[in-house]
């Protein structure tokens, strides 16, 4: 006889404020809903944990106590949006960092692009940087050839011992290798001071990675947790790419102590439970193994898991009307649109930091005085006019608040 707990689904999104639990028991018709506070020491450590807590009493009709260890036999999968990487941005909350960067570019972050948005606005506010320290590596590569060259000639990258070829085929000249005895001291001072998490973002690493990685390889030995430009996101432009790694140091410990409280919940932690698949929603809409959960592809967990809720639950693929997802909750506001194909951006501003990820075309803003918030409406805005073009203002725009429901039907088309 099959135990009646074998394919339990669990869909979670864990706001700032609220958590949204949905639950598919078999042989039940009755889907679970649960909404929890996210925050509540007076009743629970864990909100998710908690929510699961009461699925399971259901599905085994007996009285599970909250403070003893969940097992998750007969769970098939838990699946989490989350804005813990969302929120830790937004409020400038994530974890002290340091940038290791090339001699010499130790301002190119705060400089950035010089781009202005509103080029007449005379108060213009400056984002803050990520990182709380920057640390320059005495290492150095150029780039021998140019794409705009009109003459080009062929270099015979065996000609010249410092020539190298880059991943992208450019041959890189290798002036400065970096010096990893003095790396190792620099960052014994890092960790003296205080720094558990850095960043690593080198010139022209984009092609020629190996300074970077003999650094990170070097930091990881002595214990700190390492984010690496060229690894996060092997792309050109210095100043997305050293933002993007930034931010991935900033966050990913954040997460990653997140994932570490949830799974102390169950009976041997999550590692344990091998016949439940735990996966976490990326910023692109799509899932990931809990243990390859990184804060940069975090950034939008949450609003990207209401994403792929509304366009399931409200997108008609027979009447092809866009439709509008506005997600206030009590931390940030989050508006997208849906044509019945998922828009995502490469290189986006959130919190004023760019950063070069694969996300759902998504625009967030935190919840300070939200009504009366500009830039909320001008988001709305940038989603509603190309629905009301579609529409010459005389068709249905269908607008859908987010929730529960949503993430269980979206759990279900997973």
């Known amino acids: 006889m099959t135990d009646r707990t074998e394919g339990i689904r669990i869909a979670i999104d864990k706001g700032g404020t609220f958590t949204d639990l949905w639950a598919s028991i078999p042989g039940r018709k009755k889907d679970i809903v649960i909404k929890l506070l996210s925050v509540d ?17 259901v599905a085994r009709s007996t009285k599970i106590p909250r403070k003893v260890k969940l097992n998750l036999d007969g769970v098939e999968t838990i699946r989490m949006g989350t804005t813990v990487a969302t929120n830790a941005l937004l409020e400038r909350k994530g974890e002290r960092s340091a940038l290791l960067t090339t001699k010499g570019f130790k301002d190119l972050l705060v400089i950035g692009n010089q781009a202005r948005p509103n080029i007449f606005d005379l108060s213009v506010a400056r984002p803050d940087v990520l990182y709380s320290k920057v640390v ?25 011992e410092s020539l190298e070829v880059g991943i992208s085929g450019e041959i890189v000249r290798v002036l400065r290798k970096p010096n990893l005895a003095d790396v190792e001291r620099d960052l014994q001072a ?5 720094f558990k998490s850095i960043a690593v973002c080198f010139v022209h690493s984009f092609t020629y990675a190996k300074h970077e990685l003999a650094v990170a390889e070097v930091a990881r030995r002595l214990g700190f947790k390492v984010s690496v430009s060229s690894q996060l996101q092997s792309m050109i432009k210095m100043v997305p790419r050293g933002h993007s790694s930034s931010a991935d140091a900033y966050l990913t410990p954040i997460t990653q102590n997140y994932i570490d409280t949830f799974s102390q919940g169950f009976e041997g932690g999550l590692d344990a439970a091998l016949g439940t698949r735990c996966e976490f929603m990326q910023s692109d809409g799509g899932l990931v193994d809990y243990r390859k959960f990184s804060g940069l592809k975090a950034i939008l967990s949450g609003p990207a898991g ?17 439709i509008i997802g506005f997600d206030m909750g009590g931390t940030s506001t989050d508006v997208s649109r849906y044509a019945g194909i998922y828009d995502h951006v490469f290189e986006t501003t959130t919190a004023g930091i760019t950063i070069q990820c694969p ?22 805005g940038r989603a509603y006019f190309g629905v009301m073009v579609c529409l010459k203002l005389v068709q249905k725009v269908l607008v859908h608040i987010q929730g529960p429901l949503a993430i269980g039907k979206a759990a279900r088309s997973l």
């Open 136 to 160: 320059e590596i005495d290492e150095r590569v150029t780039l021998e050839e140019y794409t705009e060259n009109p003459e080009p000639h062929h270099i015979d990258p065996s000609s010249d």
């Open 41 to 57: 020491p007076g009743n629970y450590a864990d909100a998710p944990t908690e929510g699961i807590r009461r699925v399971l009493e």
């Open 359 to 380: 996300q759902l075309d998504i625009n967030t803003v935190v919840n300070v005085e939200t009504y009366t918030d500009f830039r909320l409406l001008q988001a709305v």
């Open 190 to 194: 890092l960790k003296a001071d205080g």
């Open 306 to 322: 209401g994403v792929v809720g509304f366009a399931q639950t409200s997108y008609s693929e027979k009447e092809r009307v866009p």
